[in-house]
């Protein structure tokens, strides 16, 4: 049975319905953010368990546009609602990454934060910046999809909630020299292999954190900038929270989500942790940790904060955990790495993956015993400019 383009706009809910059941399975492309509820409602009064699943997938991987849609997920009960995130998060999780440019060197001095040389354009042939996948099985690195042009260069903040890719604010140069802050905010979902913009931030920032809890994204500090963000994608809409201390750190710092919290450290006071409580809208300073080193990245698994300290003078790394719930820093371990260059960290199972363009170290926290794993994994090898890690679910035919 064939269906022209746009006769969706044509049939009936009923309709749709029969289509659907008894035509090839991509007739599936008929479903639409305007008509799932519809169809997904004959469905169950026709019983047609096939269709159902159908509609319970496409809302899967359109979660975004159905989180929107007061009349689509205001209407879904609450294991409907929970049979759709989970159908989105099945699949093989992955380690990826993002080709950026660093605003700053992050090479730094041993007592400095990150130096503030001048903005410099990114090379000519980043124009297509890439998001590579490793996968498992091969330990060979995959290109999965390509940053939009209209992403700045550099200083994005980037993080991930719901499966999707967020990639926030940065700043581009100029040919007169000039720079200019975005504050635009794209997202990639890879259920589908689509990028779109959402609601742009309340103000141009670069140098951000981004960082994902609760269903929310926060947008941290930037460059001259103390203030901090929550957007709600289910309003597509920022709201301001409390802004960082006065005399803290706009720049150069960590952050991540332990939970239900919010960490932030780093900047010129590195043995700083603040600490935000979302349902009192308030940060506090949390105990010192020992370092006096800047961090290169700090990530949590269940209720610890691991900070990991580059120190080249002894070629090692320092790694500190700060347990959330006892609020006590423990270790201060290091381990030996010859000639350690600053990483960035995610986590996936039980391990934490340390990833710049040289290598991917991996640091086992699973068991009794912590520490850097012998097998030393491939950076992609044609990877430009840092590496941002995170972790995203992949359909298992991906």
């Known amino acids: 049975m064939e269906v022209s383009e746009g006769a969706e706009s044509l049939l009936s809910s009923g309709d749709l319905c029969s289509h659907l059941g008894s035509a090839a399975a991509d007739m599936s492309q008929l479903i639409s953010a305007e008509n799932c509820y519809e169809v997904l409602t004959k469905a169950k009064d026709e019983g047609a368990e096939g269709v159902r699943d159908r509609v319970y997938r496409f809302m899967s991987d359109h979660y975004l546009q159905v989180l929107r849609a007061p009349g689509v997920y205001g209407r879904l009960t609450a294991g409907e609602r929970e ?3 989970a159908l989105r998060m099945e699949g093989r999780e992955v380690l990826a990454v993002a080709e950026t440019f660093e605003v700053h060197d992050r090479g730094g001095s041993r ?3 990150r130096p503030q040389s001048p903005l410099q354009p990114a090379p000519e042939d980043a ?3 890439r998001v590579f996948c490793l996968r498992t099985d091969t330990r060979q690195w995959e290109v999965l999809t390509s940053l939009p042009e209209e992403i700045p260069d550099k200083g994005s903040g980037m993080c991930t909630l719901y499966n999707y890719l967020f990639v926030a604010g940065g700043i581009s140069a100029h040919g007169d020299g000039r720079s200019k802050a975005s504050d635009r905010v794209f997202c990639f979902n890879p259920q589908t292999g689509a990028w779109s913009q959402v609601r742009p931030l309340s103000q141009p920032r670069c140098q951000l954190r981004l960082v994902s809890m609760d269903g929310h994204l926060y947008a941290i500090g930037g460059e001259c900038l103390f203030t901090v963000e929550r957007y709600d994608p289910r309003a597509d809409r920022w709201s301001p929270v409390a802004p960082l201390p006065r005399g803290s750190f706009a720049v150069a710092h960590e952050a991540t989500s332990c939970g239900g ?3 932030v450290s780093g900047g010129s006071l ?5 600490r935000y409580d979302s349902r009192r809208d308030e940060w506090e300073e949390c105990p010192f940790n020992e370092s006096r080193r800047r961090s290169t990245d700090m990530v949590a698994r269940r209720s610890l904060v691991y900070r990991f300290d580059v120190d080249r003078e002894r070629a090692a790394v320092n790694v500190y955990r700060y347990n959330t719930v006892v609020k006590v820093w423990h270790g201060g371990a290091s381990f030996p790495l010859d000639k350690p260059l600053p990483f960035r960290c995610a986590v996936l199972g039980d391990r934490i993956y ?3 363009r040289s290598h991917t170290l991996q640091f086992e926290v699973g068991g009794e015993r912590e520490g850097f ?3 030393v994994l491939p950076s992609p090898a044609e990877a430009r400019g840092a590496l941002v890690p995170f972790v995203l679910c992949l359909n298992r035919d991906k």
Not at 270 to 274: A, C, M, N, T
Request: charged fraction near 25%.
């Open 354 to 356: 340390c990833v710049n």
């Open 83 to 85: 049979l759709i995130l």
């Open 111 to 113: 007592d400095s934060s």
């Open 270 to 274: 590195f043995y700083r942790l603040l």
């Open 373 to 375: 794993l012998p097998e």
């Open 127 to 129: 124009e297509h910046r």
């Open 261 to 263: 919290e919010l960490f």
